[in-house]
């Protein structure tokens, strides 16, 4: 193709002004309240503005501050502001005489305050956290230390190399023998990969190998190595610089649970559930499968125990929790105590710990910045990616059904997938966008190679991934090309004794955008500016005050794109030559500006 987009939409999207919660643009942030927070915008010399002001909320009210010239460059002119923080949340924007920027960014003077910016105080999550890349492990489909033991009687005994048998009354209960040790032997493939934090999913004794079913938050199941193995494995990750995150359900346990059990003998323990002659079941449960009891939260003794179930195990080795349906925990019928056992969960979580919610759709009502650290984002990057790097054809299951709808995935083009994007990253603490999960898929998903058909379009999905703000997640044996159609079909087992089955080209992507994502600064917590949207392609700027990346993701070939930076080093993908981006695609590609 010769033709070059320009001046089109690189030019027009920079020229806009720009602000988010990133430290170019917020420069000061008090300790405590009752202080000053100080605040910039950035104004492209294409885009003259002759008066600046922030309107901030403050005791419920609508408040202005008028901004300054606080600085001049060759391209640009910064505004700046200060803000009175006399409340733990502050939502912000910056208007002009005649429109406004808020997160969703430029548009009209008078917009709802719900996309508005949201300044909170506190470092919103560990460290550690946002110079990571998570790897998801389900226990039994990991790795085998070959453990001496005999199954319960609900196990359904599987050989290591079938596949699970995918949907009715075993699924569950299929075991392939996975265990603690067996991941403590392989961490040597994740050092490899250049991961540096583990997601465990449940690891506490249960009727099945999903453990969603927790029969006691007490011991480690034995067909998992027991106690021991979780102390081999803490052991073993802690040598390697490997955080260890756990998985705990708040919503729910098992009905074979000790509280549960002694819940229906009519002791103490009844009142941490939801009885109800009226319900199918005598007693509320989760989405009414038998087996999951919902927990009752307004019980005192309940909290108690909780929360020192959470710490107990915090204090043997784990460095956060990952914490099951998040969304539904505390809510039922015209009871809503969700935001409180949020808050309650994040007063035992020390500075240096992570508490990550799942959350399947709007997470945005439930992070304030003061419960859920941040989110399984499903909604704002797995979705909105799988419709536009979707294969022309996918399997039945997806075509026919997504994510609970009665149709199936639909098709998206960039516009779209940016709209969505930015819209869930809109009205909230900057710090909640950096400590949630942009994620390809999980154990409860179709693996992302099924949906994008191609290792080529994986790729794509892969630098999205690792170049978007928040923290990776990858689910174990995404980096062999693993497939699977729907979430039992994608928890298949670790082909390592298979190597000729794993994709090696896929693999070297991973580990070159893994090792991109650790050691970049603007990629942990950078600001983001899209550069070019159009329906095949995406260009955004990831920034901090010392480094400024350009990242191109392109799903099929396109006009080659025309950006005002002629100093361009290329860290991952194709060259781009004074300033036109490469027309090829699916491709991904990296540049570092200079200059």
Not at 195 to 202: G, K, M, R, S
Not at 241 to 267: K, M, P, Q, S, Y
Not at 450 to 461: M, Y
Not at 539 to 559: I, N, S, V
């Amino acid at each position: 193709m010769s033709t070059v987009e320009t001046p089109g939409a690189a030019a027009t999207l920079l020229a806009e002004p720009h602000h988010d919660g990133s430290d170019l643009f917020v420069r000061e942030v008090p300790d405590e309240l009752g202080g000053d927070a100080v605040l910039r915008l950035r104004v492209p010399h294409e885009t003259r503005l002759e008066s600046v002001a922030l309107r901030y909320v403050r005791d419920g009210e609508p408040q202005f501050a008028v901004a300054h010239v606080d600085e001049e460059t060759e391209t640009d002119t910064w505004w700046r502001a200060t803000l009175p923080v006399t409340n733990p949340i502050t939502r912000y924007r910056w208007v002009f005489p005649s429109a406004s920027v808020n997160a969703i960014g430029a548009g009209p003077y008078e917009v709802p305050d719900g996309d508005d910016f949201m300044l909170t105080l506190g470092a919103g999550g560990p460290d550690w956290h946002l110079e990571s890349v998570v790897y998801e492990i389900f226990p039994d489909r990991f790795a085998s230390s070959g453990l001496d033991l005999e199954p319960p009687e609900w196990a359904v005994r599987r050989g290591w190399d079938e596949l699970p048998t995918g949907r009715g009354f075993a699924t569950p209960r299929e075991w392939f023998g996975g265990d603690l040790p067996g991941i403590a032997a392989r961490l040597g493939h994740l050092e490899s990969l250049g991961v540096n934090a583990i997601y465990l999913t449940p690891i506490f004794p249960a009727g099945s190998t999903h453990r969603y079913d927790a029969a006691s938050f007490d011991r480690v199941d034995p067909l998992l190595g027991g106690d021991e193995g979780l102390a081999t494995l803490v052991q073993a990750t802690r040598a390697r610089g490997i955080r260890l995150v756990g998985d705990l359900t708040l919503n729910h346990c098992g009905n074979e649970h000790e509280w549960f059990r002694a819940a229906r003998e009519g002791r103490l323990e009844r009142e941490f559930f939801y009885f109800d002659d009226a319900l199918p079941h005598g007693y509320e449960a989760w989405f009414g499968v038998r087996t999951l009891p919902k927990l009752d939260w307004r019980s005192e003794e309940l909290r108690s125990r909780m929360l020192a179930v959470m710490r107990r195990w915090l204090e043997s080795g784990l460095d956060g929790w990952r914490i099951d349906v998040a969304n539904m925990i505390g809510r039922f019928r015209d009871l809503d105590l969700n935001q409180e056992v949020a808050r309650l969960v994040r007063e035992v979580i020390r500075a240096d710990e992570l508490l990550v919610a799942e959350h399947g759709h709007d997470f945005r009502p439930d992070l304030d910045g003061r419960g859920w650290q941040g989110t399984m984002n499903y909604a704002g990057f797995l979705r909105p990616v799988w419709s536009w790097l979707r294969a022309p054809e996918l399997p039945d299951v997806l075509e026919d059904s997504f994510w609970g709808a009665p149709f199936g995935l639909a098709h998206a083009d960039g516009f779209e997938t940016v709209a969505r994007m930015r819209a869930f990253r809109a009205g909230l603490p900057w710090e909640s966008t950096l400590h949630s999960w942009p994620l390809l898929d999980s154990h409860d998903t179709a693996r992302f190679r099924s949906v994008s058909g191609s290792r080529a379009a994986h790729v794509v999905g892969i630098g999205l991934q690792m170049t978007t703000p928040g923290v990776p997640m990858v689910f174990a044996g995404d980096e062999l090309g693993l497939e699977g159609a729907w979430g039992e079909d994608a928890r298949r087992t670790m082909p390592w004794d298979r190597p000729d089955d794993w994709d090696g080209e896929l693999l070297d992507s991973y580990r070159r955008l893994i090792a991109l994502r650790r050691t970049s600064r603007a990629l942990q917590r950078g600001g983001i500016r899209y550069a070019h949207v159009s329906a095949d392609a995406i260009a955004y700027l990831r920034e901090t005050g010392d480094e400024r990346l350009l990242c191109l993701a392109a799903r099929a070939p396109h006009a080659p794109i025309r950006v005002p930076f002629r100093s361009l080093e290329t860290l991952h993908g194709d060259d781009a030559v004074d300033g036109v981006l490469p027309e090829g695609g699916p491709a991904f590609h990296v540049w570092r500006i200079h200059g």
